[in-house]
Every structure is written in structure tokens, then in C-alpha cells.
């Protein structure tokens, strides 16, 4: 079993920046995959960012947001600049476990709202 903490979230104004946390139960090393999803009102969950080997983006995030992690502090990071409105809603840390199966496990969200 793996539980997922996010915190950072938080109300910003166009243009800026916020840092997501995702704290992890684990040694984020057994784990294969990381990242992070929004889901925004009304709207399907979406891929931010994932960082395994290396790391993926979004289109719409690319050269905005940065993921990062911390293995000595089982820890990872969503730092998120040039904030637009659209980037609004829910972001939800993701662990992916490869075994036998595919075992994804999701942490509670965490709101981030950019508007003026």
C-alpha cells in the first residue's frame, strides 16, 4: 500500500507560481512511475507531468511546469510558473507500481486556482 499527501495548493494571480508537494509512504525508488494529474470542474482527469527515468509533460504545461523528486525525502514536486486561469483545479499526486498488474494509487488533491 501506498498513501500520497499533496499540499501547496493555494489562490494565485496570473502569472505566478506555485510549488506542489506530494509527500509518499515509500521508498519512492520501488515505485515505477510518478506524477501529477488535474482535473478541473466539470472536466476528465488529465496528465500533468510524470517522472520516471525521465520525465513527461503536457503540452499545455511544457516549459511552465517542472516535476521534480527527492529520493532521500520520498518526495515529490510540482513547481508551476507562468500561471493561467486554465491551469484551475484540482492536482492529485499519482503512484504507479508495476508488478503482475498495474497498481495505481492517488492522494487526496490538493486546489490550486489562478484568477484575478
Known amino acids: 500500500q501506498v498513501q500520497l499527501v499533496e499540499s501547496g495548493g493555494g489562490l494565485v494571480q496570473p502569472g505566478g507560481s506555485l510549488r506542489l508537494s506530494c509527500a509518499v509512504s515509500?521508498?519512492?525508488?520501488?515505485?515505477?512511475?510518478m506524477g501529477w494529474y488535474r482535473q478541473a470542474p466539470g472536466k476528465q482527469r488529465e496528465l500533468v507531468a510524470t517522472?520516471?527515468?525521465?520525465?513527461n509533460y503536457a503540452d499545455s504545461v511544457k516549459g511552465r511546469f517542472t516535476i521534480s523528486r527527492d529520493n532521500a525525502k520520498n518526495a515529490v514536486y510540482l513547481q508551476m510558473s507562468d500561471l493561467k486561469p486554465e491551469d484551475t483545479g484540482v492536482y492529485y499526486c499519482?503512484?504507479?507500481?508495476?508488478?503482475?498488474?498495474?497498481?495505481?494509487?492517488w492522494g487526496q488533491g490538493t486546489q490550486v486556482t489562478v484568477s484575478s
Open positions: 515509500r521508498n519512492i525508488f520501488s515505485l515505477n512511475t
Open positions: 517522472i520516471s527515468s525521465g520525465t
Open positions: 499519482n503512484a504507479r507500481l508495476i508488478l503482475a498488474s498495474i497498481k495505481d494509487y
